[in-house]
C-alpha cells in the first residue's frame, strides 16, 4: 500500500476543490470585485426616464447610480426621506439611476440635485458638461457619503472642485464606530439646531488635506481622538485636529455642500442628521441661507 500516494491524491482533490470554489466565488462576485478593485464598471445611458409632465417648482433631482460600491441598505433609506422632504415641503422630486438625465433639457426642470451614495465613473462627457453647466449656473448640489468616498476619480472636477477632498479610507475594525463630532457653525441652514458637540456612530471617512485650506467653509469635523482613524494593518488614516465631515462652498454660481456621513440605513431615521439634510437641501435650493450669488 502506498501511503504517501494516498495522501498526494487527497492532497490534490483538496486543491482541487480549493481552486473550484475560488473560480466559482470569482464568477459570484465578478461584478463586486469591478467595483470594488478594477476601476468600477463601465455602464451608461443613453435614453433619458420619462417624467412627469409637470414638476412643482422648487425641485429637486435624487440620483443614486452606482459603478462602484453601492451602499444597498443606505440608498432606500435616503430615497425615501427625500421623497418624505419633498411631500411635506410642497417640492418638485423625482429620483433615477439613469445618466441620461442629466441633458440641459431634463437639469432645467429643478434647481437641485442631490447625490445620494453615487459611486464609479456615472456619466458620458455629454452629461459630465451638462451637469457641471447645471452647477456652475445657479444650480444646487448635496452629496452624501458615498458620492465622495472613492479611491480614485475619472473625473479630476468632481473630485477637486465639487466635492473637494480626496477620499483615501475609513476604518475597518470596527466598521461603524462611536465618535464625537463638533460642530463649528451653527448659523447655517444645514448645521443649525445642532448640538456642538455630536456623539453619534458612523463609517468614519478620511481624506488626503482638508478642503479647508481652498476656502471651502467647514460645518462639522470628528474628533480623532474619540476612535481610531486606520485603515487595514494598522496603515494611519487620521487627518489631526482639521477632520471634516460636512462643508460648504460655492461653484461658480452653484451652492454645494458635501456629507460624509450616512453610511448605514439607520442614519436617515437620526433626528439630528434629518435635520441637516433637510437644511443642507433648503439652502442648496435658496429657500433659506445666503451666499452663492444670493438668497
Not at 30 to 43: D, H, M, N, P, R
Not at 97 to 107: K, Q, R, S, T, V
Request: hydrophobic share 40%; net charge negative.
Amino acid at each position: 500500500m502506498c501511503l504517501h500516494c494516498d495522501q498526494m491524491k487527497r492532497s490534490l482533490r483538496l486543491w482541487g476543490a480549493s481552486l473550484v470554489f475560488v473560480a466559482v466565488a470569482l464568477v459570484v462576485s465578478w461584478e463586486t470585485i469591478q467595483k470594488a478593485f478594477l476601476g468600477g464598471l463601465k455602464v451608461y445611458e443613453s435614453v433619458a426616464p420619462e417624467l412627469p409632465r409637470t414638476i412643482p417648482r422648487p425641485a429637486i433631482l435624487v440620483f443614486s447610480k452606482t459603478n462602484g460600491f453601492r451602499h444597498a441598505e443606505a440608498i432606500p433609506a435616503a430615497n425615501a426621506l427625500f421623497q418624505r422632504f419633498a411631500e411635506e415641503h410642497g417640492w418638485g422630486h423625482f429620483q433615477t439611476e439613469n445618466g441620461a438625465a442629466f441633458h440641459p433639457d431634463i437639469l432645467a426642470r429643478f434647481d437641485a440635485v442631490i447625490f445620494n451614495n453615487i459611486s464609479g465613473d456615472v456619466f458620458t462627457p455629454g452629461q459630465r458638461a451638462a451637469f457641471r453647466s447645471f452647477v456652475e449656473g445657479g444650480g444646487g448640489f448635496v452629496g452624501i457619503h458615498g458620492s465622495g468616498g472613492d479611491t480614485r476619480y475619472d473625473w479630476d472636477w468632481y473630485v477637486d472642485e465639487l466635492i473637494g477632498a480626496q477620499f483615501i479610507g475609513h476604518p475597518l475594525t470596527p466598521r461603524i464606530a462611536q465618535a464625537t463630532m463638533h460642530v463649528l457653525d451653527r448659523d447655517h441652514p444645514a448645521s443649525s439646531g445642532l448640538p456642538e458637540r455630536w456623539i453619534r456612530s458612523e463609517e468614519w471617512y478620511s481624506f488626503e488635506a482638508s478642503p479647508r485650506a481652498k476656502g471651502y467653509n467647514i460645518l462639522a469635523v470628528v474628533d480623532e481622538t474619540t476612535y481610531s482613524p486606520t485603515w487595514l494593518f494598522g496603515w494611519d488614516i487620521a487627518m489631526g485636529d482639521d477632520h471634516p465631515l460636512v462643508w460648504w462652498h460655492c461653484e461658480g454660481a452653484g451652492r454645494t455642500l458635501y456629507s460624509a456621513l450616512g453610511h448605514q440605513a439607520s442614519a436617515y431615521q437620526e433626528p439630528e442628521y434629518q435635520r441637516l439634510l433637510l437644511g443642507a437641501t433648503e439652502w442648496a435650493l435658496r429657500l433659506k441661507g445666503d451666499g452663492c450669488g444670493g438668497g
